[in-house]
């Protein structure tokens, strides 16, 4: 029973790794070591002897543990918490799993602990994480099966199942229920939209851009290389010079962080962009941000459904992007933005801290006298930025309370957040109204696919700046610094590797690969209502009700299943047989060989009889053989395994006449 337990228990422990990883990736540093310890501990436990924790201690453990996780989230409210005391409880709960019951509970809530990760990320490496956690779980639930079954039934065998056996027979078990998961994926009706929701006071933002822009906010986004959108345009893709993804725009500055404000977010825009022969029509499909802005290419013309427009003409969702979304856009760049200013956004586009940044103010006010020229104050900016030792860089200086002028006159080096900032700040010390604008900049063409990737790695600020009869004007100040920023990416404005993995062979081979990401996004991820009740076009039905779906879907099964039956019925795991009876399967044979006729229905006896009756003076050699085979299989086993195995291999019987 100890070999059936030891085989048990460490693929309980091995499924429950396995579906932790995605979610310890993301967990602060702090609640790792509360994951990894008590599976440890569990796996020490099982090949050392240990019993359980005792209840105090165990009672002592969870509660410490619980407090530090309600320390690190804030409370035990979003996705991410919940999910991390889902994980932490079921890592304690090795503590006292010492009974099959347990175990069997363990491994399967890790399969729920597995599906939660799917709130977070639904790419195709999600599908290979799945399939193993569910063969590790089906190999796991295998072995407590097996031993539970056979508790107090006495060893008659040594036949043992092979590791090879056991996730071969998983694997088989998960292809013959996938016809069945591709039937309901297929013709299970959809609604126009999810059956549950999580409240938005629950969600947790993913990686992206954020609500606010501080030094160092974006240059964070630089080391992410997952895509954030990919854009499939219908006529023409403008020039990478020209790809300014618009976002979050910020009015608001407090000395070092920029906000948007109330009126920016929910003021709509007084009028919408003319569709004009030159504007350019697309389609973006956008990951998840857990945030409601879109994104697009200056000016939107169109309002996707569930959309709206903003004052500084962000494109808004109603609902925050909790899931895949794909929607037709069309961009006009000729428009003019708000060729008459407000007084009240100018008043906003031109606000500052007091007792903020004096040097920068210093040098303003000389430069505002000597260049009075709103047009030319800006290329007098520009111009500095471009001929002073100002550098783009991953690593730049922490900066203290007046971060502008540490900026401009201490440390020089920045990311693109840095020099947006500043600029802005110059210009509404000069009395231009500016703000900041945050989004991507650029994007990498797939030939493959015909589509432009746009990755977090993209992620960008630049200024807007109001002049008159021109309206608000894109100035981006970084490209002044670094012009390969914005005419060749991100990735090749800076000099080195931002890591080890960070070759541009290995970058393009992922740009590349995206094409099947994108195809997985296509036919799975945003398979919906719409796909759904078009399926059977091809068959002349061109869209399916429900009953209909119910219809053939019941339909299906039941063929499956007619189909499938005899096949499960079966399956057989494939198992080592027994070295013993290996060895009297050799003797029969060479008692065949020798004319003595066997079957394999006959007791070791009745073939003993029928050898003696034919071979004469070998009939000892036989009966010995006889005698060891009995002892090796029923008695003490292993002892008498080389005995048989030797007499087995000596016995060469002569032919015998029929």
Request: proline content about 7%; hydrophobic content about 45%; overall charge positive.
């Amino acid at each position: 029973m100890k070999a059936r337990r030891q085989a048990a228990m460490p693929w309980v422990m091995i499924t429950l790794a396995l579906a932790v990883i995605p979610q310890a990736a993301s967990m602060p540093a702090q609640m790792i070591p509360l994951i990894i310890l008590p599976i440890a501990w569990r796996w020490a436990a099982e090949y050392r002897g240990w019993g359980p924790v005792p209840l105090p201690l165990r009672i002592a453990v969870t509660g410490a543990a619980v407090l530090v996780l309600v320390v690190t989230y804030g409370s035990l409210f979003g996705r991410r918490a919940a999910v991390s005391l889902l994980t932490l409880m079921l890592a304690l709960k090795l503590l006292e799993t010492f009974r099959v019951r347990d175990a069997r509970i363990v491994a399967s809530l890790s399969l729920f602990l597995c599906g939660t990760q799917f709130l977070f990320s639904q790419g195709m490496t999600m599908l290979l994480y799945a399939a193993a956690v569910m063969v590790s779980a089906l190999v796991a639930l295998i072995y407590l099966q097996r031993q539970e079954a056979f508790v107090g039934v006495p060893r008659t065998s040594k036949t043992r199942h092979s590791l090879f056996s056991e996730l071969g027979y998983s694997a088989r078990l998960l292809l013959m229920a996938a016809p069945a998961a591709l039937l309901l994926f297929l013709l299970f009706p959809r609604w126009s939209s999810p059956l549950w929701g999580v409240p938005e006071t629950a969600l947790d933002a993913k990686t992206g851009l954020s609500d606010s822009m501080s030094p160092g906010s974006i240059q964070e986004l630089f080391m992410d290389d997952s895509p954030a959108f990919r854009a499939d345009f219908a006529n023409r893709i403008p020039e990478q010079t020209q790809m300014y993804w618009r976002g979050p725009v910020f009015w608001a500055f407090d000395g070092r962080e920029w906000r948007s404000t109330f009126y920016s977010r929910n003021v709509p825009a007084e009028e919408k962009p003319p569709i004009t022969p030159r504007s350019i029509r697309y389609t973006v499909q956008m990951e998840p941000t857990e945030q409601r802005w879109l994104f697009a290419l200056d000016y939107p013309a169109i309002l996707p459904r569930g959309t709206g427009l903003t004052m500084d003409y962000q494109l808004m969702s109603r609902r925050s992007v909790t899931r895949l979304k794909s929607y037709e856009m069309v961009s006009n760049p000729q428009f003019i933005d708000s060729p008459r200013l407000k007084t009240t956004h100018r008043a906003a586009a031109l606000s500052l801290p007091d007792d903020f940044n004096p040097q920068t103010r210093e040098l303003v006010n000389q430069w505002r006298m000597e260049t009075p020229d709103d047009t030319e104050f800006i290329s007098r900016v520009l111009a500095w930025f471009n001929q002073e030792e100002f550098s783009y860089t991953l690593n730049p200086p922490p900066l203290s309370r007046h971060t502008v002028d540490d900026f401009l006159f201490e440390t020089r080096s920045g990311f693109c957040e840095h020099y947006a900032s500043a600029f802005t700040v110059m210009m509404r010390m000069a009395g231009i109204p500016a703000r900041v604008v945050t989004g991507y900049q650029g994007g990498w063409y797939n030939d493959f696919g015909n589509y432009v990737l746009v990755r977090q790695s993209d992620a960008h600020a630049w200024t807007e700046a109001w002049l008159p009869g021109a309206g608000w004007t894109r100035v981006d100040p970084t490209a002044a610094v670094a012009p390969s920023r914005v005419e060749r990416g991100a990735l090749d404005a800076l000099s080195g590797r931002r890591h080890f993995l960070d070759y541009p062979w290995l970058r393009d081979f992922r740009n590349g690969f995206d094409l099947l990401q994108r195809r997985w996004n296509d036919w799975v991820i945003a398979f919906g209502l719409d796909q759904q009740s078009r399926l059977f076009r091809p068959f002349g039905m061109d869209r399916l009700t429900p009953s209909q779906l119910v219809g053939i879907l019941t339909l299906g099964i039941a063929v499956l299943a007619a189909f499938m039956m005899p096949l499960i019925l079966r399956m057989k795991v494939r198992t080592r047989s027994d070295p013993a009876l290996r060895q009297w399967q050799r003797f029969r044979h060479k008692l065949e060989r020798a004319g003595v006729g066997t079957e394999a229905s006959m007791t070791p006896d009745e073939v003993l009889r029928r050898a003696d009756a034919r071979l004469g003076a070998q009939s000892e050699h036989a009966r010995r053989i006889t005698r060891l085979y009995l002892e090796a299989r029923y008695g003490a086993g292993d002892p008498r395994l080389p005995a048989l195995e030797n007499a087995v291999r000596g016995f060469r019987p002569a032919r015998q006449a029929r």
